[in-house]
Nanobody, 128 residues
Framework: QLELVQSGGGPVQPGGSLRLSCAAS????????IGWFRQAPGKEREGVSC????????KYSDSVKARFTISRDNARNTVYLQMTSLKSEDTAVYYC?????????????????????WGQGVQVTVSS
């Protein structure tokens, strides 16, 4: 498994923006597909976005499409999730995850079982 360190959560007003970061420790993040997931209280974990190794493919759930953007900064060994036009229903703990079993994956998925290494999670609270 790979170590992922997250940052960037917090409170934000509806309509606001936040950027979440997922940094790799001790390995090159670029080689692996990365997913972003979220889990609200009482709900199942939901895949919101993913990016393939080297960034050739990105996917978004319908609930965040056109509002969230996933990207890589290989120089910083970090994947970002830029969230805009935030809504109260975006409130959740957000997790990043890596598929460490498939180096160089040309695709990515939004299922939890596609990933085996997880960040610690950060709380995002959208409220006025």
């Amino acid at each position: 498994q790979l170590e992922l360190v997250q940052s960037g959560g917090g409170p934000v007003q509806p309509g606001g923006s936040l950027r979440l970061s997922c940094a790799a420790s001790g390995f090159t993040l670029e080689y692996y597909s990365i997913g972003w997931f979220r889990q609200a209280p009482g709900k199942e974990r939901e895949g919101v976005s993913c990016i393939s190794s080297r960034g050739g493919v990105t996917k978004y759930s319908d609930s965040v499409k056109a509002r969230f953007t996933i990207s890589r900064d290989n120089a910083r060994n970090t994947v970002y999730l830029q969230m805009t036009s935030l809504k109260s229903e975006d409130t959740a703990v957000y997790y990043c995850a890596a598929d460490s079993l498939y180096e160089g994956a040309p695709r990515c998925g939004l299922r939890s079982l596609d990933y085996d290494s997880w960040g610690q999670g950060v709380q995002v609270t959208v409220s006025s």
